[in-house]
Nanobody
Framework: QVRLEESGGGSVQAGGSLRLSCAAS????????MGWFRQAPGQEREGVAS????????FYADSVKGRFTISQGDAKNTVYLQMANLKPEDTAMYYC????????????????????RGQGTQVTVSS
């Protein structure tokens, strides 16, 4: 299976920024969808952002809209999540996800439905 590897997590104060990266081990996801979801301790997983590979449109959960930006590298095997104006409630393990089949959720392709996922990277935001 194609490996997805996240990087870029860390600790930051509220109002700060972080950029997460996710690299796929090959170019399988030049088509399909890629995205990010997160999970905080004791809470359900939450889809954060997604895109159609090679497309122009990006999609966001309301909780991050206007603060997070998802983008894809030119080779289409890397996806980024630029996070700005971070809040303590953004603290979670962030996972990259991808699939050749894009199932649409309430706000766009649903990262929670993507079959391939990375191991996650921790983001901690202190107040």
């Amino acid at each position: 299976q194609v490996r997805l590897e996240e990087s870029g997590g860390g600790s930051v104060q509220a109002g700060g920024s972080l950029r997460l990266s996710c690299a796929a081990s090959d170019h399988t996801y030049r088509s399909g969808c890629m995205g990010w979801f997160r999970q905080a301790p004791g809470q359900e997983r939450e889809g954060v952002a997604s895109l159609y590979s090679g497309g122009d449109s990006t999609f966001y959960a309301d909780s991050v809209k206007g603060r997070f930006t998802i983008s894809q590298g030119d080779a289409k095997n890397t996806v980024y999540l630029q996070m700005a104006n971070l809040k303590p409630e953004d603290t979670a393990m962030y996972y990259c996800a991808a699939d050749l089949l894009c199932i649409r959720g309430s706000w766009g392709p649903d990262p929670l439905s993507f079959s391939n996922r990375g191991q996650g990277t921790q983001v901690t935001v202190s107040s």
